[in-house]
Nanobody
Framework: QVQLVESGGGLVQPGGSLRLSCAVS????????MQWYRQAPGKTRELVAT???????KYMDSAKGRFTGSRDDAKNTAYLQMTSLRPEDTAVYSC????????????????WGRGTQVTVSS
């Protein structure tokens, strides 16, 4: 069974940093696109970063220059390094992994995690 777990959230002061992790487990052959989303209370979900296989990363405008997405395909894990955090970055950050191929299964999968809370406050 494929599972995805986010970690690394917490409470941080404005200007601080956090590193989020998104780990996919199971009999994984490969993972396609991985994406980070966030949703603040009362707001719609936002796409924060898209990590394609390889080195291509796309960011939402407010994340450019502050957030850095990366992935380690050997570990089936994606990361989101967040710096210069602002109170408006407060949200539940979730990860989505698409085109997951598993040994013994010809169909690819898409999976979401439950999210990790990031709170930026003094």
């Amino acid at each position: 069974q494929v599972q995805l777990v986010e970690s690394g959230g917490g409470l941080v002061q404005p200007g601080g940093s956090l590193r989020l992790s998104c780990a996919v487990s199971g009999n994984i052959v490969s993972i396609g696109t991985m994406q980070w989303y966030r949703q603040a209370p009362g707001k719609t979900r936002e796409l924060v970063a898209t990590l394609d296989r390889g080195d291509t990363v796309k960011y939402m405008d407010s994340a450019k220059g502050r957030f850095t997405g990366s992935r380690d395909d050997a570990k089936n894990t994606a990361y989101l390094q967040m710096t210069s955090l602002r109170p408006e970055d407060t949200a539940v950050y979730s990860c989505n992994a698409d085109e997951i191929r598993v040994y013994g299964d010809t169909h690819s999968k898409n999976i979401w995690g439950r999210g990790t809370q990031v709170t930026v406050s003094s």
